[in-house]
C-alpha cells in the first residue's frame, strides 16, 4: 500500500495551543497517523516582517490571508507584545499530542531565528540552537527526539552532521523540486541520504514531495485560480498515480481555518487507497533499501518565496 506520510509543523504559540490539538481530533477522527513537529522555544512570529523586501513575500501574504491565519497578536510577537515561550506555556497541549499516539519531533527552537539565519551560520550557532531544542524536547517528553524537520525547509551542514550526533535515524529537512502544477520534476525523488566533506550521513532525509496549500491556493494552475472550493481536488490529482508522497501541513493554517480542505484530502486519500502515515512509519517501510546520495543542495519552488533545500534531480546522484 503507498503511503501519505503527514508531517505537522508547528510554528508558533496559537498553532501549539489551538491548532495542533484540532488536527489530532481530526486525524483520530479518519484513522489517520502523522507527525508533529514543535516550535519549543520563544514565538518571535513579528521578526519575520523583515522578510517584505524578499523577493515573492507580498504576492505570498495577498494570497494566503497571513493576518487571518495567524492572528494580528501572533504577529506582533516579539515586536509589539514579548515573545511567549512555546514550550514552557505549552507543554502541556504537546503532552497530550504524544499521549493521544502520534510521534512528536523537533521542528527548531526559535522558528523565525532559524529560518533567517542558519544558512549562513556557523557549527557553534548552529549547534547551540539544536541543542537547546533538544534539550527542551527531553524536557517536555521525558525521552529524547526522534526526527527532525527543519523551520522553513533551512539547513546547513553542520546541522545535517547534528542529526547523526543526535543518534535521528530519520528527518524531513527538505523538499523535492516541483514544476507550476505542482507535480514532481523527478519522478526518482522520496528518501534519501545527504553527503557532506566525502561523508554519507546515517540519518534519512524523507523530503515533502507535494506542494503545500499555502503554495498554491490564490496561485492560477492550468485554467482556474485554486480557491477554497478546488484546492483540495488540486492536490489529489497529483497524487491519482500511486507512490510514497510526504506532505507538509501547518497547524497554524490546516489546524483552523483550512480544516475542511485538510478534511477532504485525508477522505481523498483514504479512497485513493493510501495509508495516512507518520515519518515512524514511512522510515519502517524503507529503512532497508538502498538509497541515492545526494549532496546539499538549494532550490526555488513554486508559490513559495525564498531558496529552500531541496532534493537535486537524479542526474547529480553521487555514485
Not at 232 to 244: F, G, H, V, Y
Request: aromatic share 10%.
Amino acid at each position: 500500500m503507498p503511503v501519505i506520510t503527514l508531517k505537522i509543523d508547528v510554528d508558533t504559540w496559537r498553532g501549539t495551543r489551538q491548532g495542533a490539538p484540532n488536527l489530532a481530533r481530526l486525524l483520530k477522527k479518519h484513522d489517520a497517523n502523522a507527525t508533529f513537529l514543535f516550535s519549543l522555544g520563544p514565538d518571535h512570529t513579528g521578526w519575520a516582517l523583515r522578510r517584505a523586501f524578499r523577493p515573492g513575500f507580498f504576492q505570498k501574504v495577498a494570497r494566503t490571508s497571513v493576518v487571518e491565519h495567524y492572528g494580528l497578536k501572533t504577529l506582533m510577537y516579539g515586536v509589539l507584545l514579548p515573545a511567549p515561550d512555546i514550550g514552557k506555556s505549552c507543554a502541556t497541549e504537546m503532552r497530550a499530542i504524544k499521549s493521544a499516539g502520534f510521534e512528536c519531533g523537533i521542528h527548531c527552537w526559535d522558528h523565525v531565528r532559524w529560518q533567517d539565519n542558519v544558512r549562513r551560520r556557523g557549527s557553534a550557532w548552529t549547534a547551540k540552537q539544536m541543542q537547546t531544542a533538544f534539550d527542551r524536547f527531553c524536557d517536555i517528553f521525558g525521552e529524547p527526539p526522534r526526527t527532525h524537520g527543519a523551520a522553513g525547509w533551512q539547513m546547513n551542514e553542520h546541522a545535517f552532521a547534528q542529526l547523526d550526533a543526535f543518534d535521528m535515524a530519520y528527518a524531513s529537512d527538505g523538499r523535492a523540486m516541483l514544476d507550476e502544477r505542482g507535480a514532481l520534476v523527478d519522478n526518482a525523488a522520496g528518501p534519501y541520504r545527504i553527503r557532506i566533506g566525502g561523508e554519507t550521513l546515517a540519518c534519512i532525509q524523507l523530503p515533502t514531495t507535494l506542494p503545500t496549500l499555502d503554495e498554491i491556493l490564490g496561485r492560477n494552475l492550468g485554467d482556474h485560480v485554486i480557491d477554497a472550493s478546488n484546492a483540495a481536488n488540486a492536490i489529489l490529482r497529483l497524487t491519482e498515480s500511486p507512490r510514497d508522497h510526504v506532505f507538509t501541513l501547518h497547524a497554524e493554517l490546516e489546524g483552523q481555518k483550512l480544516i475542511p480542505i485538510f478534511e477532504q484530502l485525508l477522505k481523498g486519500w483514504q479512497a485513493q487507497g493510501y495509508e495516512l502515515a507518520s515519518m515512524a512509519d514511512y522510515h519502517r517501510k524503507v529503512m532497508n533499501s538502498s538509497l541515492p546520495v545526494y549532496p546539499i543542495d538549494w532550490g526555488e519552488l513554486p508559490g513559495r518565496s525564498g531558496e529552500l533545500i531541496v532534493q537535486p534531480v537524479q542526474a547529480f546522484q553521487i555514485q
